[in-house]
């Protein structure tokens, strides 16, 4: 079992910054990777970033490139999503989620969840 706690979302104007932060507990991060999704009101929830498998990059949805970081801390077994220049289209309740599969960036893919922090940016 692997517990995933996501937090940092809020309000925010166009251009400004936000760091979500996903802190996971129970089965280690060694057999999981913690890859970020975000929900838009009214739509589905779509892929936003993701480390590679082997462990040599990250990935991320073409729009949020540039502008998303995802990173994480071993130690703190914390995931972080750094988000800048947001936009309002980047209004959307924000996800993450652990996968035991070699593959990314479909939900089927992903294991648990947790239960998302709400990012809303204003114009």
């Known amino acids: 079992q692997v517990q995933l706690v996501e937090s940092g979302g809020g309000l925010v104007q166009a251009g400004g910054s936000l760091r979500l932060s996903c802190a996971a507990s129970g089965r280690t991060l060694s057999y999981y990777t913690v890859d970020w999704f975000r929900q838009p009101p009214g739509k589905e929830r779509e892929f936003v970033a993701a480390?590679?498998?082997?462990?040599?990059?990250?990935h991320y949805a073409n729009s949020v490139l540039g502008r998303f970081t995802i990173s994480r801390d071993n130690a703190k077994n914390t995931i972080y999503l750094q988000m800048n220049s947001l936009k309002p289209e980047d209004t959307a309740v924000y996800y993450c989620?652990?996968?035991?599969?070699?593959?990314?960036?479909?939900?089927?893919?992903?294991?648990?969840w947790g239960q998302g922090t709400q990012v809303t940016v204003s114009s």
């Open positions: 989620a652990a996968s035991s599969s070699p593959r990314f960036g479909a939900r089927g893919f992903y294991d648990y």
């Open positions: 480390f590679s498998r082997d462990g040599t990059g990250t």
